[in-house]
């Protein structure tokens, strides 16, 4: 990972990898059949060490916002910092970062398909629709986060973003959501789900 940020992953060759780690070529080619498995390997060994640290804080029919679980992303992204930067460098023709992205779908699907369960108000949008919009905006801020080092801490982070997930975007910049609308003419295409067809 380190070879990775230094140089970037292309021009990253099994050498300089067992000439860092001061091994033999035979014992890499032993475990790993390029640098390419190995990378995958190394972000599976995380997904599954993130995993560990938040199912027992995912909460089970729950409608209380659960802080903890974001939070729990932020420090594990800053105790593996390099890991991440590297991750989510687009390493691997994007590999590793779509597959941090999978895990964060997945965990978000059942988070939210818990607090789905748990009201008997109609839902307003697919769940999977939902999962991956906040994946996709988490994994872009914890990417800002930890590459432009803005003067944030974790429990920083965790505060904004779920804030910004209660409350949104309008809420965020100061705006009243409940006296914002969309445009007419947005509202009357046929090609919004729900809305009604345009006159012929």
Do not use: C
């Not at 080092?149 to 779920?162: D, G, K, Q, S």
């Amino acid at each position: 990972m380190d070879l990775i940020l230094e140089i970037g992953y292309d021009k990253v060759t099994v050498d300089d990898i067992t000439q860092r780690a001061d091994l033999a070529r035979a014992t890499f080619y032993a475990h790993y059949r390029d640098k390419g498995e190995l990378l995958t390997a190394m972000i599976e060994e995380l997904a599954r060490d993130l995993m560990s640290r938040i199912q027992p804080l995912v909460p089970i029919g729950s409608d209380v916002m659960q802080g903890v679980v974001i939070g729990e992303l932020f420090r594990h992204a800053q105790e593996h910092r390099n890991l991440y930067r590297a991750a989510l460098s687009g390493a691997g023709n994007g590999s590793a970062r779509r597959a941090y992205f999978e895990t964060l779908v997945i965990t978000a699907v059942s988070v939210f398909a818990e607090w789905r369960a748990s009201t008997d108000a109609p839902a307003r949008l697919p769940v999977d629709f939902l999962a991956r919009a906040w994946a996709g905006a988490h994994l872009v801020l914890v990417e800002w986060w930890l590459t432009d080092r803005p003067n944030y801490t974790a429990i920083e982070m965790t505060h904004l973003e779920v804030e910004f997930m209660l409350r949104g975007i309008a809420w965020g910049i100061g705006l009243s959501p409940n006296k914002m609308s969309l445009d007419k003419d947005f509202l009357s295409s046929s090609e919004v789900p729900g809305a009604p067809p345009t006159a012929s």
